[in-house]
């Protein structure tokens, strides 16, 4: 992300590309730095998906997930995401 995703962004911005272009100011960096990470943490929550099975229902007390507990907290995405 450090490497492609963010130059590109800073481009946009700070090398007078197309949002600096449209009117966007940005500063000291915060805008870009915090566009950045919220956009890859939403990319990163609809790839991982909901963690089914790891809370319950507080009306019902039943697992949200849809069948038995196969594994309970046993994510690959967690740890490889680096959470």
């Known amino acids: 992300m450090i490497g492609f995703i963010y130059p590109c962004i800073v481009a ?3 090398g007078e590309g197309w949002l600096f272009a449209r009117g ?3 500063f000291a960096g915060s ?3 915090h566009m ?3 956009i890859a ?3 990163g929550t609809l790839i ?3 963690r089914l099975g790891r809370f319950t229902d507080m ?3 039943k697992s949200l997930k849809e069948s038995e507990k196969e ?3 046993k994510s690959s995405s967690s740890p490889s995401s680096g959470s």
Do not use: A, K, Q, S
């Open 12 to 14: 946009w911005t700070w």
């Open 24 to 26: 966007f100011d940005d």
């Open 31 to 33: 805008g870009i730095v």
């Open 36 to 38: 950045t990470g919220g």
């Open 41 to 43: 943490g939403l990319v």
């Open 48 to 50: 991982c998906g909901p």
């Open 59 to 61: 009306r019902t007390g």
């Open 71 to 73: 594994e309970p907290n």
